[in-house]
């Protein structure tokens, strides 16, 4: 079973400093991964994806994700955080067969301070 | 664009009653989606379909029923409604399945309680 695991439920961060917010994921195989945004009573934005390629993605909204094999990880960054960044994060992964359907994670909320 | 819409947007069920959640898309996606959101535990599947017709059950089916008629919509019932299910549902839809790269198009969301 795939499964993804985000282990801060809050992350705050002071506007201009870079934020990063963690996730890592269980997968057979090659994993598809993605970042998607809620913003307060909004449905889900989504942000990026990595697919294969490059390990670095860049996304929406100066948005990137680093994808790390090795430790089965794919957090989000950005270097200079905004005030309007604040909402709720979630990190996505599916595997590459058949009718794979996405598997979210609990979702992280990001504060950004003035 | 409208995108995906979901109607209604609030309801509040009695234990026991019935409901349907209507999801609606305009972008001719092939592939649809039920989420139920609960704090801490993030998106839950409910159920999905692959085209017109089909429909498939996700992480979470118990006590909902789906119906996939007509390609742009995808309707969510409740035949008894209980506490357990007061929640957020997510209506999602997405062009691509197969090759990997499925971006799910989120609806709004549909609050429901149920007393």
């Known amino acids: 079973a795939q499964s993804v695991a985000q282990p801060e439920d809050q992350v705050n961060v002071a506007e201009g400093n870079p934020l990063t917010v963690k996730c890592t994921y269980s997968?057979?195989?090659?994993?598809?991964l993605f970042w998607y945004v809620q913003y307060p009573n909004r449905g889900l934005q989504f942000l990026l994806k990595?697919?294969?390629?490059?390990?670095l993605v860049k996304g929406s909204y100066g948005f990137e994700a680093e994808f790390n094999k090795s430790q089965t990880a794919f957090h989000l960054k950005k270097p200079s955080a905004l005030v309007s960044d604040s909402a709720l994060y979630f990190c996505?992964?599916?595997?590459?067969?058949?009718?794979?359907?996405?598997?979210f994670g609990k979702g992280t909320m990001l504060l950004v301070s003035p | 664009n409208a995108g995906v819409t979901q109607t209604p947007k609030f309801r509040v069920l009695k234990t026991g009653q019935s409901m349907t959640l209507l999801c609606a898309q305009d972008?001719?996606?092939?592939?649809m989606y039920w989420y139920r959101q609960d704090p801490g535990m993030g998106l839950r599947l409910i159920h999905y379909?692959?085209?017109?017709?089909?429909?498939a059950k996700g992480e979470v089916p118990d006590g909902y029923n789906v119906s996939r008629l007509k390609k742009q919509n995808f309707l969510l019932g409740l035949e008894s409604a209980a506490p357990s299910q007061t929640s957020v549902y997510f209506c999602?839809?997405?062009?691509?399945?197969?090759?990997?790269?499925?971006?799910?198009?989120f609806g709004a969301g549909s609050r429901l309680t149920v007393l």
């Open positions: 997968v057979s195989g090659n994993p598809y």
């Open positions: 990595y697919i294969t390629g490059d390990n």
């Open positions: 999602a839809s997405s062009y691509s399945f197969l090759v990997g790269a499925n971006v799910l198009t």
């Open positions: 379909s692959v085209g017109e017709g089909t429909t």
């Open positions: 972008m001719n996606h092939e592939y």
């Open positions: 996505a992964v599916r595997g590459i067969s058949g009718y794979s359907t996405l598997t």
